[in-house]
């Protein structure tokens, strides 16, 4: 059973970076199944994808977010990366890992297109 | 850009009842290249990450009861949860998958025990 934790400061200054960690347990990140995201969750209000990354290297990103977002991915480590530039309140959010998967035979495979495995998500504040 | 819109806000339903939950995507999530409807439903208890219920519009996730089911199909879709059961209350939201690629989630629905 694959696990996700998320790892990174919890408070951040603004104009500053966020910078987080998705370590992953009980399964390869290496896998070809699995396209890893982030989500983000402001304080009583409705998710955010922020974008994903597959193990080689190939990245999306929400247009919203993809002037100040990087995304990175450790295979060696079993993680994957966000960085989040130039930060403001407007930031401050509960921060997820999340997976989407595969399905299909591999020479005309799918993505299923939603999140089946999260990290139980981590709180970021900005604040001076 | 794409608009998931949820409705209602929040309700209130007895428990042993029917809740139905709707879902409008601005544009079709139906791919004509396998025929999926890319809409999902998760649920989420407060201090909890969401939990994927339904994906392709009426696929149950692995271990979901069978009383939570999804219909629907181009841009319009319901979440329906039949028998309600306490453990049920929550929020649920509505997720749509576009192929540019992007995921975006309606804002959520409170569901409570009348």
């Known amino acids: 059973q694959v696990q996700l934790q998320e790892s990174g400061p919890g408070l951040v200054k603004p104009s500053q970076t966020l910078s987080l960690t998705c370590s992953v347990s009980g399964g390869s990140i290496s896998s070809d199944d699995y396209y890893w995201s982030w989500i983000r969750q402001p304080p009583g209000r409705g998710l955010e994808w922020i974008g994903y990354?597959?193990?080689?290297?190939?990245?999306y990103y929400n247009p919203s977010l993809k002037s100040r977002v990087f995304m990175s991915v450790d295979t060696s480590k079993n993680q994957f990366s966000l960085r989040l530039t130039s930060v403001t309140v407007a930031d401050s959010a509960v921060y997820y890992c999340a997976r989407d998967r595969k399905r299909g035979p591999s020479s005309s495979w799918y993505l299923l297109g939603a999140f089946d495995t999260w990290g139980q998500g981590t709180m970021v504040t900005v604040s001076s | 850009d794409i608009v998931v819109t949820q409705s209602p806000d929040s309700l209130a339903v007895s428990l042993g009842e029917r809740a139905t939950i709707n879902c409008k995507s601005s544009?079709?999530?139906?791919?004509?290249?396998?025929?999926?409807?890319?809409l999902a439903w998760y649920q989420q208890k407060p201090g909890q990450p969401p939990k994927l219920l339904i994906y392709w519009a009426s696929t149950r996730e692995s271990g979901v009861p069978d009383r939570f089911s999804g219909s629907g199909s181009g841009s319009d879709f319901t979440l329906t949860i039949s028998n309600l059961q306490a453990e049920d209350v929550a929020v649920y939201y509505c997720q749509q998958f576009y192929n540019t690629p992007s995921y975006t989630f309606g804002q959520g629905t409170k569901l409570q025990i009348k």
């Open positions: 544009q079709s999530v139906l791919y004509s290249s396998n025929n999926k409807n890319y």
């Open positions: 990354i597959y193990y080689s290297g190939t990245i």
